[in-house]
């Protein structure tokens, strides 16, 4: 005979189910493809023209490295060649700078520093390589307009030109619209 809801059956020491924890939320991986909250941000604040740049597909989220706590991606095209926008995002501005140091380990040291703009503020570095140009920047306190903890690089295959201004990271990087 099946007991019935709150029919205990007269047995006064049924067992009581036991408790079970639950694991916190794993964080979950990122998918190729996926857009999520930075990669939504980036949408609307770079989009996906620039210029004679074009987005072929989008911004989609990307594998957050060198600490980062969300990175997205979109790769650019022009008649000027292609170029690959990352953006990481870290919690503050000198975490963002850091990185820089990071990721310089990994490629190597920049041919020129300046800043971003006229008025002093922000920190771009230019990198030459023999097969891939980059320019990777931040921005700071004083940056219109500032995202706090924002590290931007653009990878481009290096071209034949006469010195970095004519390659293709450099050209991108000159068509957004920061």
């Known amino acids: 005979?099946?007991?019935?809801?709150g029919d205990r059956g007269g047995d006064a020491d049924t067992e009581k189910p036991a408790v079970v924890e639950q694991e916190p939320d794993e964080p979950q991986p990122v998918r190729a493809g996926?857009?999520?909250?930075?990669?939504?941000?980036?949408?609307?604040?770079?989009?996906?023209?620039?210029?004679a740049?074009?987005?072929?597909?989008?911004?989609?989220?990307?594998?957050?490295?060198?600490g980062a706590t969300a990175a997205a991606t979109a790769v650019f095209t022009s008649d000027l060649g292609t170029g690959t926008l990352t953006v990481l995002q870290f919690d503050t501005d000198e975490q963002a700078a850091q990185a820089v140091k990071d990721l310089g380990a990994r490629i190597g040291e920049p041919v020129f520093q300046t800043t971003v703009f006229d008025d002093?503020?922000?920190?771009?570095?230019?990198?030459?390589?023999?097969?891939?140009?980059?320019?990777?920047?931040h921005l700071d306190a004083q940056s219109t307009p500032?995202?706090?903890?924002?590290?931007?690089?653009?990878?481009?295959?290096?071209?034949?030109?006469?010195?970095?201004?004519?390659?293709?990271a450099y050209q991108l990087y000159l068509a957004l619209p920061l």
């Not at 005979?1 to 809801?5: E, F, G, K, L, P």
């Not at 740049?53 to 060198?66: L, Y």
């Open 1 to 5: 005979m099946r007991s019935a809801i």
């Open 34 to 51: 996926e857009c999520g909250e930075l990669c939504g941000a980036l949408e609307s604040e770079i989009g996906v023209d620039a210029g």
């Open 53 to 66: 740049w074009t987005a072929e597909a989008g911004w989609s989220d990307a594998e957050p490295e060198v």
């Open 120 to 137: 002093g503020s922000g920190t771009r570095y230019d990198y030459d390589g023999a097969l891939t140009s980059r320019v990777l920047w």
């Open 146 to 168: 500032h995202e706090v903890g924002r590290l931007y690089l653009i990878e481009a295959p290096a071209n034949d030109a006469a010195d970095f201004s004519e390659q293709a």
